[in-house]
């Protein structure tokens, strides 16, 4: 502070400049360690990754923000979109089994994930978890093999590949923001941008996503024939109000139920209340 007169210098600011230079001074003097990225190579078919994603939409007349599920193929960079209400373990399910379908199989190695709670429920270390119970039935009916990124900024260029896809698809299809009468409407024109989608040529790649494509659909793993149920299944009564409670929401039923006890599946972006076997209503 006497040699250069830096009144406005604070102890914690030298602290953090001396954090951040001493390990560069130690790798200039060639006992530090390096940190070098390498740019990756993927096998067609092998691998894959996947995302959520925000995005604005102008929905019956009102703008509201919807999460976009986003599964992109590493080799070919196919990607497949799925608009939702939230962002929830159905939709994440949902999501999957959607893409799943459009691509015609699944991945043969890793699909990388960030630590979303609707697949892990407690990080452990870098590179273990305990994952959700339901999530872990899913994977395994589906043979996904997941791998889980570095929490915090450190894992953040471990999937840039679907990141980077988010912003792009937000950048060239939801701009100006789309307006829509349902999801479903949405969504049969994001399944249209995403056949279009397969024209492109990303960055220096000499030919189009849709040749890359072809090269790695027949080396998917092939889908299950059974299908897995995505929604969640509750067992509620019916209160005198004929309303039943489903995550802190309520929901009116006929009045007839009042008193009765019946099952609700509850979807991403559904509920659906059976009397027996029945379908009673879809509030």
């Known amino acids: 502070m006497d040699?250069?007169?830096?009144?406005?210098?604070?102890?914690?600011?030298?602290?953090?400049?001396?954090a951040g230079r001493r390990p560069q001074i130690a790798v200039e003097a060639g006992r530090g360690v390096v940190h070098a990225f390498i740019p990756q190579s993927h096998r067609p078919g092998a691998e894959a990754e996947v995302d959520f994603g925000d995005v604005k939409v102008r929905l019956a007349g009102e703008q509201v923000t919807c999460f976009v599920f986003a599964m992109r193929l590493s080799y070919s960079g196919k990607?497949?979109?799925?608009?939702?209400?939230?962002?929830?373990?159905e939709a994440f399910l949902e999501g999957h089994v959607h893409a799943l379908s459009?691509?015609?199989?699944?991945?043969?190695?890793?699909?990388?994930?960030?630590?979303l709670r609707s697949a892990v429920s407690r990080v452990l270390s870098s590179r273990s978890r305990t994952e959700n119970e339901?999530?872990?039935?899913?994977?395994?009916?589906?043979?996904?093999?997941?791998?889980?990124?570095?929490?915090?900024?450190?894992?953040a260029h471990e999937k840039g590949g679907v990141e980077g896809q988010i912003g792009w698809f937000r950048r060239n299809h939801m701009v100006p923001v789309p307006e829509v009468a349902s999801l479903g409407e949405l969504n049969?024109?994001?399944?249209?941008?995403?056949e279009e989608d397969e024209r492109r040529r990303i960055g220096s790649r000499p030919?189009?996503?849709?040749?890359?494509?072809?090269?790695?659909?027949?080396?998917?793993?092939?889908?299950p024939d059974e299908p897995f149920e995505t929604g969640r299944l509750f067992s509620l009564r019916v209160d005198r109000f004929s309303q039943i409670s489903v995550r802190t929401n309520r929901y009116s039923v006929p009045v007839r139920l009042i008193g009765r006890t019946v099952r609700a599946m509850l979807h991403a972006s559904e509920l659906v209340v059976y009397d027996g076997q029945q379908e009673a209503v879809r509030p």
């Open 79 to 89: 990607a497949v979109h799925r608009v939702f209400a939230s962002c929830g373990q």
């Open 207 to 223: 030919r189009p996503v849709s040749e890359y494509f072809a090269v790695e659909r027949p080396l998917l793993q092939p889908l």
């Open 134 to 155: 339901r999530w872990t039935a899913f994977r395994s009916h589906y043979g996904i093999d997941a791998a889980y990124c570095l929490p915090g900024i450190e894992g």
């Open 102 to 115: 459009v691509l015609g199989g699944g991945p043969t190695g890793k699909v990388r994930y960030d630590n």
């Open 188 to 194: 049969a024109m994001i399944e249209q941008w995403d």
């Open 3 to 18: 040699e250069h007169g830096a009144e406005a210098v604070t102890y914690p600011m030298v602290r953090a400049y001396v």
